[in-house]
């Protein structure tokens, strides 16, 4: 079981919309049962918040449901117990690494980093552009899901 965690800023935009859209491509892929996927926040702002109608609203239109998401922030033993730490932007791998108390496992990646031109994804909530951070969701989403497929991380 390789276990995935994604991290936003707030975690009611980016990191539940990739939550839920690499659970829902495993599934499709019938490889759902080799992960488990969760998503969390490097800031405290939005704790308890349900996901961002907009972004709600998004993963319903790809007919997926995240009800009952809240938001949570992101701790330190969420390293020992993920084998896979994703950020949205660099800015975000670096405070994950503070949080974290670094990366020796190599853990903490950026979610475009399989890009042909790995960037950021940017905030949405900000943006009001939440197709082009769906798009890239989406991508990052598939690029890792074929990066990991068939490969067994120790648990």
Request: contains cysteine; charged residues 30%; glycine residues 10%.
């Amino acid at each position: 079981m390789i276990k995935i965690l994604f991290v936003c800023l707030g975690n009611i935009c980016r990191s539940p919309m990739a939550e839920f859209i690499f659970r829902d491509m495993a599934e499709k892929r019938g490889l759902g049962g080799q992960f488990t996927v969760a998503s969390a926040a490097i800031s405290s702002e939005e704790l308890g918040n349900p996901v961002y109608p907009p972004a709600k609203r998004k993963l319903y239109s790809l007919g997926i449901d995240c009800s009952g998401k809240r938001a949570r922030q992101m701790r330190r033993e969420d390293y020992r117990e993920y084998d896979l730490l994703l950020g949205m932007e660099q800015r975000h791998l670096n405070q994950m690494r503070r949080i974290c108390g670094g990366d020796p496992e190599g853990k903490i990646h950026l979610m475009l980093e399989h890009s042909p031109h790995p960037h950021d994804i940017d905030d949405p909530w900000y943006t009001d552009d939440f197709d082009t951070a769906c798009a890239e969701i989406q991508e990052g989403c598939g690029q890792w899901l074929d990066a990991l497929a068939g490969e067994t991380l120790p648990e």
